[in-house]
């Protein structure tokens, strides 16, 4: 109570007046000033060690190099005024289910990851350890410097996990190792769904082993008639995808 009372004194000028609703933690940051805050604390970082860009709505990208960039974004929690690290690979010849179509992720505006990774202590922990990789918090006494400066050590922190993901992952092969090990993980495909076996069909299409990636799209469990017109669109977009990763 005295720090709200404090905070309310700070930025109206004056006492709180009696009877009214003292303000939540939660209504001290907006989603969109929260935002403001992040491009202060990781875009700069983020441009010199990853060569990334703030893209606007809690995304991070990477130019596209070989039909592929690096995004980073933020996995949102509670109120958009909290949220973890979600680091990973966007495709530009991978598609996604949207309603009963495919679409891509190939603009800014439709920027996203078709495959990705959180914190490995987010998903095992709960309470505090699981705060040690959250950005954001609701308002404190320290105000919004305080905050910056917590977001940004949290993000140099965890840099080292993103570099070597990146690294990593970087050649055609090893994307498809990520995926087959994504799909054999216990939370990222109740998290992901359908998505991790289309996006290892495409890979290992667009490596030449199309008829492989014709195999795990016939192996997807999909639901019902809706799911076939799926699952025949993917098999006839895979037939079209060229094979773009067959060199050395």
């Not at 309603?99 to 439709?110: D, I, P, S, V």
Request: net charge neutral; with cysteine.
């Amino acid at each position: 109570m005295e720090l709200f009372d404090s905070l309310f004194r700070k930025r109206s000028g004056g006492e709180r007046p009696p009877g009214s609703v003292v303000p939540s933690p939660a209504a001290e940051l907006t989603p969109s000033r929260w935002k403001e805050l992040l491009d202060q604390a990781w875009s700069e970082p983020l441009a010199q060690r990853l060569d990334m860009t703030y893209l606007g709505g809690w995304y991070w990208a990477a130019p596209w190099k070989d039909h592929r960039r690096k995004v980073l974004r933020v996995w949102l929690q509670r109120s958009c005024t909290c949220g973890t690290f979600q680091w990973g690979w966007n495709f530009d010849f991978i598609p996604h289910i949207s309603g009963n179509r495919l679409a891509y992720r190939r603009t800014n505006k439709a920027v996203g990851q078709e495959l990705f990774r959180v914190p490995e202590s987010y998903i095992r922990q709960s309470g505090r350890q699981r705060e040690r990789v959250m950005a954001g918090q609701y308002f404190n006494e320290l105000g919004e410097g305080a905050l910056v400066e917590r977001d940004r050590s949290l993000l140099t922190g965890i840099l080292p996990a993103l570099e070597e993901y990146y690294q990593r992952t970087e050649a055609p092969e090893m994307l498809l190792t990520e995926a087959e090990e994504l799909e054999k993980h216990s939370w990222y495909p109740f998290v992901c769904g359908t998505q991790l076996g289309i996006t290892r069909a495409f890979i290992l299409a667009a490596m030449g082993r199309k008829e492989e990636g014709r195999l795990v799209l016939c192996a997807i469990p999909w639901q019902g008639q809706d799911g076939e017109r799926i699952r025949e669109l993917l098999l006839a977009r895979l037939e079209r995808q060229e094979a773009i990763w067959t060199g050395p």
